[in-house]
Structures are given as C-alpha cells and as structure tokens.
C-alpha cells in the first residue's frame, strides 16, 4: 500500500514494538506529527520542557525497560539541543534511536533557516547515523537503525529525515520485527557490520582457560561493570561471583549487575572505590572484570592497576579489550552467553581467608554523628529506609551522586539510571520521568545536587503535566559540591566560583510547577517529608541542607595509585 513518509516513519516505529516517543516540535518535523495524531491510541508522546531533556528521557526508559528510546525532534536547533544527550547514551551504551527532520532537499547546503549539518555534528556520538532523501528507502533505514540500536554493544543512532520525504508517498508492507531478518530486509546490517552488531562468537577453549585460571587463584576478585547491566546478565554474574566465592567490586555503571546485597561485594572501586574494593584489586592474584571499560576512573594508573594480578576481561565489544589496560587472558562475547558457559563448567571455589582480608577493609565510607544536622549517609539510609527495596534511583553528576552509589544497595539492572562515561549534569529529572513512563508501577525518585538540578529544573513541567509521581531530592550544599571538593584538596583550597550563592528557593519553584516541597535539615522532617511526597501521589521536591564542605570519601587523585587514598 502507499503511504507518505511521515506514515512510514509511524508505522515502522510500529514494527519496533515502539509504545512511547518524547519529543518537542517544530517546523521541519511538522508532517510527522500531523501523523502522528492518527496514532495516538496505539504510541504515546510526551511532549518535554526541552529536547534535551527528551533525549535524557528516551536514554532513562531504554535503560530501565530494556527496550529501545525514541525521540523526535526538528532540525537546527532541535537537533543540536540532543547533542549532549546523544553523547550521554553513546558513553554509557544506551539503545536510543534518535529521529529528527531537516530542511527539504532543495534547501540543502543553502544555510536556510534551521538548517544544520545533523548527521554530520552526530557522526562522532552515535553508533551510526542516517540521511534519509529517498522515501523508498525511509522503511529499510528505520529497520537498520532499530537493529544497530540493540544489538550487540548496544548505544544511540540518528536519523535525519528531509521535510520532502516525509510528505512523498512510497509503497510500504508492515513486516513485524520478528521476521526482518527473515525477510532479509535487515541483511546489509548483518552482512556489513558482522564485528559489530552481532554477538561474537564465544572461543570454547578461552572459556576452559578461565577455568583453569580460577582453579589456581587464592585471591580472585570480581568486576561487575556496565555490560553485565546492558546484557541483562545479572543471575548469572550473581551466581558466578558465589562460584567463584570472590569479593566483587561494582563500577558506578554496574549498579544493579550485582546484588548490592550479596555478602561478597565490596562497593564501588576506583577514585572513589571503598578501601575494601581498591586494595583487594591491588592485591588479588586474579582479576576477572566483566562489561568494564578499566576508564580513568577506575583503573587510574594503568600500569599500576592490579599489578600482582592476572587481568581477564570480559567485553562484548573487542575493541575495549586492551585499550586502557594490558590483560593476560580475554573472552570477546555477550556477558550473559559467557557467564553462562563458565557457570556450566565451574565447581563450588572456597577463598575464606583471601575473604576476610578484603572485608576487614570498610565497603563504605563512615561518617561523623553530626548530631540534628544531616550527612550523606543518614540522608541514603533514611531515603532507603523508608521508600521499596525495588525503588528506581536516576541521578545527576557530582556527589550526591557518588553518595547515592556508595550507600544504596541496587539489585536489578535498571534500578540505577546515572551518568557514567559522560558525567552529564542535568540528566537525572529527565531518566527518571523516562523511568516512570516506562515502569508505572514502580516508585521512581531522583536524586539531584543543586547545581545539576538547575540545569534541567524546567522539566518539573513534564512531571507535573503527565501527573509523574516522581520525588526529587536535592543534596543542597549551596555550591558545586564535586569540583569544590577537588579545589579544597588539590589546588589547596582556592575556591574559585563554585558557589551557588543565589536563587532560586527550591520549594518555591515547586510551587511555581504546581507541585509541593519541602526543605528539611535533620532525619525526623526528612522523614516526615518523604512520608508526605509518597502520600501526595505527585511529584515532590524535598530540598536537603547538608554542610557546604562535606566531601565524598574516600577519594584516590587521577592518575595516583588505586590504593593511594587521599586525606578528606
């Protein structure tokens, strides 16, 4: 049957098994959605305060529902808003296919209003990306998009559609996803991008040398990163970790790939590892990371990094292996497929006293009674305390964000939306209203500093429109509290404008979006006030004083030893 591009476009987000697309309109993307109208009973939109934070939502969803994030938005301007966004699911591997429209063909290459080089500003953030000036070929290049998006590393793709195309009309069949491969159309992905897209095939006898190895360690110690998260491997790493009987540390991407209350982690690792995650590293004999990239800020001193170790690493994507740190033995493939085969061949392992030399180290750090006045870790605990076990917790960048790794305990993939790799302020209120549209029955909150929530604050619009019960708290210090702590230890404590001195007052805004707040100082109105927000069934600011100079310990200095903890 015929239809015109902008149908395509629909139809095929159809095919994806699409339910939801945020968004934000303008001129070029207006034939979309004319169509979109049509469509309404069958994909939800939501419509967002800014298209950045669109692209924080889609990247929230697909990251806690698994599925694939959609987001529309118009040329020019609307597509570079995404930009920090795109990059954001391009660090952390987050499947977002992210459409928008350009000017008409004719227009082209003439600087016409709104026109942007899209693909070309997206080409270094994206797994791939398209220029559609061909109805015919729109159909075929969504398929591709939405295979790239989740196969294999998975992480964002672009697709610029012209005006024109979307108001041409093209022959389409609707064949659902299952049966695109099938049906060839997504051959060119497959045959062009084998390395990529697929999963690798897993080398029998690299899986029986890792047996072996294990078999002959003393002091084995886990890494649980990010791709254990994305593959969905988590029973299989839990089970392996209890195999192995080895403490297991938890990169800030991991949360949730692990248990975080299995008796064998040791908290997060890295510059601000727990004591008991970077000396056990340093000191194991056997170092297995799986899904981990060894960044900057885990693996500080490459050539130091669990140096009296052998290092195996784990990744689906050959590329990461060897590329920050030198291993000795390697497995390229899925997490969830190479666990799995381990797990099949491996026999009960027993390492009591490598263990208890671990944990007599502290997995997190202990905080001074501060009497009434709040800390980092009574404001976790009491947070914990009283919200489900399965909560899902998004996050901004700064130290309310390394407190909230530090003293939560996530247990499933998705509980914990942060950014990782790109260490995007302002991303926190958009995953968690990604978070709750895609998972409504699950109580979402959003864990934000001052400074971040300043950046995407206008999106309280978004939570109080749709009705999204989410509950921000804000870790108010009244400065930016991360780079502060950096001024105070390495640049010996010249504070040079990091402090946020000035408006607005938190509740008032609130207020001023239709929502309820409140400031609080000590655990009894901490309390009080989270009983509030989950009794409102709306969204909620809970304002949070804690002391401008408190800092995220421990802390280990770029660059420095992983056991070189600093004075804090």
Known sequence: MKLKGSEILMECLLEQEADTIFGYPGGTILNVYDSLVKYRD???????????????????????????????????????????????????????????CNVAENLIGKDSFQEVDSTGVMLPITKSNFQVTDVRKLAGTVRRAFAIARSGRPGPVFIDILKNVTAEEAEYEFIPREEQKKAGVLKAVYDRHMVDYHK?????????????????????????????????AHEEFNRFANLVDAPTAVTVMGGGGMNGRNPLVTGMIGMHGSQASNIGVNECDLLIAVGCRFSDRVALDPESFASRAKIVHIDIDRSEINKNVQTDHHIVGDAKAVLSKLN??????????????????????EYEDGGDALNPKQLCGTIAKLLPE???????????????????????????????????????LGAAIGAKVGNPNKTVIHIAGDGSFRMNCNELSTVEHYGLPIITFIFNNRTLGMVRQWQNLIYKGNISETDMDRG????????????????????????AAIEDALASGSGYIIDCVLDIDEMVRPMVGGGSHITDFMRT
């Open 200 to 232: 690798p095939e897993i080398d029998e006898d690299d899986i029986n040398k890792l047996v072996d190895m294990i078999g002959e360690s003393k002091k084995p110690m886990l890494i649980c990163g990010g791709g254990v998260v994305r593959g969905r």
């Open 344 to 365: 099949e061949r491996l026999s009960q392992q027993s390492h009591v006293e490598w263990k208890d030399f671990v944990f007599s180290y502290p997995t997190e750090a």
């Open 504 to 527: 607005p007052d938190f509740v008032k805004l609130a207020e001023a979006y239709g929502l309820k707040g409140r400031r609080v100082s000590n655990q009894k109105d901490l309390a």
């Open 42 to 100: 069958r994909i939800d939109h939501i419509l967002t305060a800014h298209e950045q934070g669109a692209s924080h939502a889609a990247d929230g969803y697909a990251r806690s529902t698994g599925k694939v994030g959609v987001v529309f938005a118009t040329s020019g301007p609307g597509a570079t808003n995404l930009t920090t966004g795109v990059a954001t699911a391009y660090m952390d591997s987050s499947p977002v296919v992210f459409i928008s």
């Open 390 to 428: 399965d909560t899902m917790v998004a996050t901004d960048v700064g130290q309310h964000q390394m407190w909230a790794i530090q003293h939560f305990h996530f247990e499933y993939p998705g509980q914990l939306l942060t950014s990782g790799g790109f260490g995007t302020m302002g991303f926190g």
